[in-house]
Each structure stands twice: as C-alpha cells, then as structure tokens.
C-alpha cells in the first residue's frame, strides 16, 4: 500500500504543508496549516470509483487499465 506523508513547515513567512517536493498555499499559523493538512489527507483516503484509464507511455505505446476506486494511499500528517 502507497503511504503519503503531508509535513507541516516554515514556508513563506508563514506555515505550509508540504508533499514530497510540493508545497501547499502558505497560512498565517502553525495550527491552520495542520488543520488543511490534515482535511486534505482525510480527503486522499476517501474511495472513489472504480474506472478504466488510458493512456500513453513516453514510447508512445497506449495502455488500457483499472484503476480500483478502493486502492487509497494511507495519509498520515507529521509536524516538523
């Protein structure tokens, strides 16, 4: 199972959550961007539907798949 981890940092003069590379908008305080952080993994664990991609590899080979609307990351909010 895919794991995500949302950290909670210093960004811009204010707080921020941060995945990965990326970073979310900036807030004024600590505890507002645990708060965003914190609806928006809730949000990344919600199943979804079960759908059939398509789509095109850097070799311009087509591909057809499922993606399953129950396989969710589990998300977990850490403060740095």
């Known amino acids: 199972?895919?794991?995500?981890?949302?950290?909670?940092?210093?960004h811009d003069g204010g707080f921020a959550?941060?995945?990965?590379?990326?970073?979310?908008?900036?807030?004024?305080?600590?505890?507002?961007?645990?708060?965003a952080?914190?609806?928006?993994a809730a949000e990344q664990q919600v199943p979804g539907s079960t759908e059939g991609i398509r789509y095109q590899?850097?070799?311009g080979q087509w591909h057809d798949e499922t993606?399953?609307?129950s396989d969710r990351p589990?998300?977990?909010v850490v403060e740095d």
């Open 17 to 35: 959550y941060k995945v990965g590379d990326v970073f979310s908008e900036t807030f004024p305080s600590r505890q507002e961007a645990l708060e």
């Open 57 to 59: 590899d850097g070799s």
């Open 37 to 40: 952080a914190q609806a928006a």
């Open 74 to 76: 589990v998300a977990k």
């Open 1 to 10: 199972m895919t794991e995500v981890t949302y950290h909670i940092v210093e």
């Open 67 to 69: 993606a399953s609307g």
